[in-house]
């Protein structure tokens, strides 16, 4: 069994039920491909977070914005290495970029359930520090996502 077909227990409904039923597949088709066809951890992790958004009967709204956000920064910047999501008790999600191999730069995305993003740049080396500070923007501007062009491999 691959790597990935161990993670799909991620499509059964939340609240620990263990009865072996999935979420109406009309939603999550292409998420599964994706979990299905991950060639990387990276990826995988990727594909599971969007599973987590879909499994979330409130999260409509933020993950359209979170889809539309990566959608958009990976056909700007192909080889866009894949964030770290997650999200808080408040139910904002988080995405950022931030590696081992580029120490001084960080960017940071907050998608509220309302689908307003707030976003953080900032690379200390070269002295840049940009974003919205905790004003809500829809959609993510332009600007933000030139910043993202850093993490491309």
Known sequence: MSCAALHLNALLPPGG??????????????IVNSVLDAN?????????????????????????????????????????????????????????????????????????PNGLVSWFFRDRAAGVTAGTEDEGVEPLPDTAYAYLERFAQ
């Open 17 to 30: 039920d263990d009865r072996g039923r999935l979420l109406p597949v009309r939603a999550l088709p292409r």
């Open 40 to 112: 990387s951890d990276e990826e995988l992790r990727w594909a599971e977070y969007l599973l987590i958004l879909h499994r979330r009967a409130k999260a409509s709204t933020q993950l359209r914005t979170v889809e539309e956000i990566w959608r958009n920064a990976h056909s700007m910047h192909r080889g866009l290495r894949y964030p770290s999501a997650g999200h808080d008790e408040d139910g904002v999600y988080h995405l950022t970029w931030a590696f081992d191999d580029l120490p001084d730069v960080t960017f940071a995305i907050e998608v509220e």
